[in-house]
């Protein structure tokens, strides 16, 4: 059974930055291309960035240019750095496999953007 664990999120300001991490047991990630959602109070999980196994990354508009995904299949993790947060970046951060079966959901990280 795939489990996945967030860590990383926390509380910053407004223009500030954080890294993200995704551990991953019980799959081999280099097999899997991979995404990072998001889920902001009363709305749905939404894909906000993903990255192929060869390296290919997208991005949501909303985070473009600020936003970086990358993987380490050696550590079989994956990060994402965020910089020049928004208060609308508030949610809970989730990673998960993209273009194949959903894995069970990990706890996700909670991130929060505020003054």
């Known amino acids: 059974q795939v489990q996945l664990v967030e860590s990383g999120g926390g509380l910053v300001q407004p223009g500030g930055s954080l890294r993200l991490s995704c551990a991953v047991s019980?799959?081999?990630?280099?097999?899997?291309?991979m995404g990072w959602f998001r889920q902001a109070p009363g709305k749905q999980r939404d894909l906000v960035t993903s990255?192929?196994?060869?390296?290919?990354?997208n991005y949501a508009d909303s985070v473009k240019g600020r936003y970086t995904i990358s993987r380490d299949n050696a550590k079989n993790m994956m990060y994402l750095q965020m910089s020049s947060l928004k208060p609308e970046d508030t949610a809970v951060y989730y990673c998960?496999?993209?273009?194949?079966?959903?894995?069970?959901w990990g706890q996700g990280t909670q991130v929060t953007v505020s003054s």
């Open positions: 998960n496999q993209v273009n194949g079966p959903t894995w069970s």
């Open positions: 019980g799959s081999i990630i280099r097999f899997s291309d």
């Open positions: 990255i192929t196994r060869g390296g290919s990354t």
